[in-house]
């Protein structure tokens, strides 16, 4: 089957840089997609959300890029704070599947003081 | 999410003994999932439902199985415990009257098979 996968398993920034995290999807069919944060010892938190029908989308710090063309979405972090270290996951959704969700492998980010 | 509840939050027993894990909701969803996650590895769909006693098989439900008797618990066992299914699994919820919403997760239940 298809799957989500990232380019880069692990990521480390400096305190108060942008962060770039990035995620293949291969099922052209997906329409909606999730990143989700996940800490230590805990589940998966939801972060932001787009649908197919937007290529950008901005929340609190964070902004999701989609380009549908090449199937890549990325996660962008502003000004990245030790907080923000954790495992990010793309995951990915196609409208009518029963909302399965298909999720990538994960990039671990660590934010360097 | 604290209103998706996982329990035990952690476990280690024995190969071929059976294990339930439990979850339960408050968010008044009528969905709900459990979930797999092994190390280095994204999450891996087991079983999921979408009502009281309507069950559904996700990517690896072999060896497992699901019962929903209420609308916020999912329990999720393993009927004869084998050593590959340690793993932390999770159990996530959403709400079917909303289009495009994303999963809600508890925090987890770290299993361990000996």
């Known amino acids: 089957g298809e799957s989500v996968g990232l380019h880069l398993p692990t990521l480390s920034v400096q305190e108060g840089d942008n962060s770039i995290i990035n995620c293949a999807y291969s099922n052209s069919a997906s329409d909606y997609f999730i990143w989700y944060k996940q800490e230590s010892g805990k589940g998966p938190q939801f972060i932001i959300d787009i649908r197919s029908n937007m290529d950008k989308r901005q929340g609190q710090r964070v902004t999701v890029l989609l380009n549908k063309t090449v199937k890549h979405l990325s996660l962008q972090i502003a000004a990245t704070q030790p907080g923000d270290s954790a495992v990010y996951f793309c995951a990915e959704s196609i409208s009518g599947s029963a909302r399965q969700l298909t999720f990538g492998s994960g990039t671990q980010l660590t934010v360097l003081p | ?114």
Not at chain 2, 23 to 44: A, E, F, I, N, V
Not at chain 2, 57 to 67: A, R
Not at chain 2, 82 to 95: K, M, R, V, W
Request: proline residues 4%.
């Open chain 2, 1 to 114: 999410d604290a209103d998706v509840t996982q329990t035990p939050r952690n476990r280690i027993t024995k190969t071929g003994k059976r294990i339930m894990l439990e979850c339960s909701q408050t968010k008044g969803h009528d969905r709900m999932y459990w979930y797999r996650q092994d190390p280095g590895l994204g999450l891996r769909l087991i079983y999921y439902s979408f009502d009281v006693k309507d069950i559904n098989k996700g990517e690896i439900s072999d060896g497992y199985s699901v019962s929903r008797q209420a609308q916020a618990k999912f329990s999720l066992s393993l009927e004869s415990a084998i050593p590959n299914q340690t793993a932390l699994y999770f159990c996530a919820t959403s709400d079917r009257r909303r289009s495009n919403q994303p999963q809600h997760f508890g925090d987890g239940t770290r299993l361990s098979i000996l």
